[in-house]
């Protein structure tokens, strides 16, 4: 992230989309297992909605101060099963050391200015087997006075995730989801051009679009939608990381 800061407004507002977050999850839940590392972890809003029995260890990597004192202090509260570690950093203040069976990026690698460096750096920390996980919005015709306003480089498509496969690694899957949300996206972008959605449009995405996503996005074999899912897979080559440094991380 440029400056590690960012508008936190969006963050509160979409912490609303309770239904948005549950059907994402359920698709990304399989690859949440093991240590797993989640990259700009923010208020740690998705955070507690992840964690699952099968999670061992749970470390947020923020690189906002402020962010993270923040989720410091809700991971307090939080119960101890699934109380996650907080640090302040990026990926590239880890050390060698640390390895992980799922490293996730949710709405996050649009922000950061070399991505390419970023999920090679990351593919370092995964282990043999283990899982890079990229949820991001789709499609830069979409991208809209919102996008710029929060501090995004970018949108995808599920080419151009793919043209940042680090070495090592292979896709295991990319799809998109939300293929109704993408007509809200698409009038926003060309009718509304707005910087931020209000509460009620957020509320009319979540509580009626959303729900028919689900449906339509099985029906359209996720070929269609307005965010855009890749999952890399370590093969366990020497160019994806050493296997004795993911042996001595517990």
């Not at 992230?1 to 549950?22: P, V």
């Not at 680090?166 to 993408?182: H, T």
């Not at 965010?227 to 296997?243: I, K, L, M």
Request: net charge neutral.
């Amino acid at each position: 992230m440029n400056d590690h800061s960012y508008l936190g407004q969006e963050l509160a507002l979409f912490a609303q989309a309770t239904r948005w977050k549950s059907y994402w999850i359920s698709r990304l839940r399989p690859f949440i297992r093991g240590a797993v590392l989640e990259v700009g972890a923010g208020l740690g809003t998705n955070t507690f909605l992840m964690h699952n029995e099968e999670v061992r260890q749970w470390t947020c990597l923020e690189p906002d101060v402020a962010m993270a004192g923040q989720l410091s202090r809700r991971a307090e509260q939080a119960p101890k099963e699934c109380q996650p570690r907080v640090r302040t950093g990026t990926i590239s203040s880890l050390s060698g050391e640390e390895a992980f069976d799922a490293i996730l990026y949710i709405d996050v690698l649009e922000h950061i200015e070399n991505d390419r460096a970023e999920l090679a750096c990351a593919a370092r920390h995964l282990r043999d087997g283990g899982a890079l996980v990229v949820l991001s919005p789709a499609h830069p015709w979409l991208f809209s006075p919102f996008d710029q306003a929060i501090g995004h480089y970018r949108r995808y498509t599920k080419a151009s995730l793919a043209d940042l496969t680090p070495a090592g690694l292979r896709i295991e899957q990319a799809f998109y989801l939300d293929s109704v949300g993408l007509l809200a996206s698409a009038a926003n972008r060309l009718l509304l051009r707005q910087s931020l959605p209000d509460a009620r449009q957020l509320a009319f995405w979540d509580k009626i679009l959303v729900p028919l996503s689900r449906m339509m996005d099985p029906i359209l074999g996720c070929r269609l939608g307005k965010t855009t899912v890749c999952v890399w897979r370590n093969t366990g080559t020497p160019a994806g990381h050493n296997q004795s440094l993911a042996s001595s991380t517990t």
